[in-house]
Nanobody
């Protein structure tokens, strides 16, 4: 059974930075595309960034140039470096398997990690 555990979220001021991490268990991520997703209050979950098995990254327009996705296959961990955070980045951040066009693969999500950006 595949599990995801996200961490690193907290409350920050606009303009600050955060690093999020996600650890996968139950499936080796080495040969899988993976990604970050977020859900803002009252909105549907959206794709933030994905990274392929050859480390090709894709980003949502709203975060491009501010966020950097990376993967550590040896640790089965996915990371997200978020810089110059904005209040509209507030939400719960999740990770999952799946590429940009495929979308999230597994219907069961981890607990997510809350990011709150104060103006």
């Amino acid at each position: 059974q595949v599990h995801m555990m996200e961490s690193g979220g907290t409350a920050v001021q606009a303009g600050e930075s955060l690093n999020l991490s996600c650890t996968f268990t139950g499936l080796d991520m080495t040969l899988e595309p993976v990604g970050w997703y977020r859900q803002a209050p009252g909105k549907a979950r959206e794709t933030v960034a994905t990274i392929s098995i050859i480390h090709w990254a894709s980003y949502a327009g709203a975060v491009k140039g501010r966020f950097t996705i990376s993967r550590d296959n040896g640790a089965n961990t996915l990371n997200l470096r978020m810089e110059n955070l904005r209040p509209e980045d507030t939400g719960v951040y999740y990770c999952n398997f799946g590429g940009w066009y495929e979308g999230p693969r597994f219907p069961t999500w981890g607990p997510g990690t809350q990011v709150s950006v104060l103006p």
